[in-house]
Each structure stands twice: as structure tokens, then as C-alpha cells.
């Protein structure tokens, strides 16, 4: 008598050989958001998952250095880079696009400032998403306040731009998204920010041009509806001017 046939199993996105980066990715799809080198990903990404994505990254990189002909055995200088490099990656440079964004508490504009206040320069680090080389650089910004404005401590400026550039961009996507964020985060009238960065994707390599610099700015509210603003903004940036 010929038994009947157990069906096949369905795979299942959590089984233990499944890679954690695939997992993370289906969620993504899942939920129908996109995952480029400049999003955060955070909210997709479980508790103790961050430790297991730096593992398969580790692996990978091996293999990277295996394929350049790198002895990793013998040579003692590199006998641990596939992990130092994969721990930068994730928990460092890179570290914008797995983390939430930092707590940011609010106050109300209590005395209802409305003056044009400047935060900067704030040394940012990135890394272009086109060769991951790194771009260093500084960035100014500029509020312009009302009675309804939310106010946030100058040091979280700082943390909010430190968190959006932590992932591989280009400049001007970066300057972009830490507007949004400020914006939404404080609704002033108006926002201004200048960023300068060196791109060693220029000086390292290509080119090899070590003196070149990028300056963009983004202006939002006031600021691109009064000249004469912007004007004062820009003259109050020390060497913009």
C-alpha cells in the first residue's frame, strides 16, 4: 500500500539558518519601505539582532579579504580586520541606519523668542554612499523662532545631525534630510543650514584633489523668502561671509 505523500514544508523566514540581514529585509518588504544606504532602519530590526547582523558581516568581510589575496592566517596585522572593519561599519559609521533616532525633549517657546539664533560649527562625519570613503566636514544652522516654536537644547542640534549623517550619503540628500527632521521637531518660522565637508572620494582616490570642499545649503520658511535674512545669516557664519 503506497503512503500518501507529507507535504513539503513552508520555509519560514525566522528558521535558525536564515541569515538575520534576510530576515530584516523581508519585514522591510513587508511592510513596503524602502531600505537605501541613507534610510533608517531601525524599527525593523529586533532586539539582540544588531550583535547577529555584525557577525554575518564579520563573515562577509573575511571573504572580501580572502578574495583580495589578504593573508588574514599569518599576517598579524590583519588577523582581526574582518571584524574591527564590520564592528565600524555597524555600531559606528554607520550606526545611523540601525539605531532609533535619540531622545530629543522639547520645551515650549516660553518667552517667545522670534530672533535668529545660529548653532555651529558642528563637525559632522559621513561616508559617501558611492565608494564609503569618508566625508569629514562642518555644519551651521540657522532658526528662526515663534511663540509656538518648540526648543531644544543646543547639544541635541548635534545629536540629531550626528544621527541622519551616520549612514552613507551624498551631501546633499544629508542636508536635506537633517532640515526635515529639524523642522519637524521644532516648527519654526524658518531654517537655515550650511554644510562645508571634504569628500575623500576626491582626495583619496580619482582626482586626488586634497584641497577641494563642498558647501550646500537648504533653506526652508523665512529664509527663502527673505533676502535679507538669509543675508544675515550667511554674514554671521565666521568665514562665509
Not at 544621527?163 to 529639524?182: F, K, N, S, T, Y
Request: hydrophobic residues 45%; aromatic residues 6%.
Amino acid at each position: 500500500m503506497l503512503m500518501k505523500a507529507e507535504p513539503t514544508a513552508t520555509l519560514n523566514p525566522d528558521d535558525a539558518g536564515t541569515p538575520v540581514s534576510v530576515k530584516i529585509r523581508e519585514r522591510i518588504q513587508a511592510a513596503r519601505k524602502r531600505f537605501h544606504a541613507n534610510d533608517n532602519i531601525a524599527r525593523f530590526i529586533e532586539p539582540g539582532e544588531l550583535e547577529l547582523l555584525l557577525d554575518e558581516v564579520e563573515i562577509k568581510m573575511q571573504a572580501v579579504l580572502d578574495s583580495m589575496v589578504i593573508d588574514t592566517t599569518s599576517d598579524h596585522n590583519t588577523s582581526d580586520t574582518a571584524r574591527r572593519v564590520a564592528k565600524m561599519y555597524v555600531s559606528e559609521v554607520f550606526k545611523g541606519r540601525y539605531v532609533n533616532q535619540p531622545t530629543i525633549t522639547e520645551f515650549p517657546n516660553a518667552e517667545h523668542l522670534n530672533e535668529l539664533m545660529i548653532v555651529g560649527p558642528i563637525t559632522v562625519r559621513s561616508a559617501c554612499s558611492h565608494h564609503f570613503c569618508p566625508v569629514i566636514g562642518k555644519v551651521w544652522i540657522g532658526v528662526m523662532p515663534n511663540e509656538h516654536t518648540n526648543v531644544i537644547g543646543l547639544s541635541k542640534y548635534a545629536r540629531l545631525a550626528e544621527w541622519v549623517m551616520g549612514r552613507p550619503q551624498i551631501q546633499e540628500e544629508a542636508v536635506v534630510q537633517l532640515a526635515d527632521l529639524i523642522m519637524e521637531k521644532t516648527q519654526p518660522d524658518g531654517l537655515a543650514i550650511v554644510m562645508e565637508a571634504s569628500h575623500y572620494c576626491m582626495a583619496w582616490r580619482g582626482v586626488k584633489d586634497m584641497d577641494a570642499k563642498m558647501i550646500n545649503s537648504v533653506m526652508r520658511g523665512v529664509f527663502l523668502k527673505d533676502p535679507a535674512l538669509r543675508r544675515e545669516f550667511l554674514a554671521l557664519i565666521p568665514g562665509k561671509n
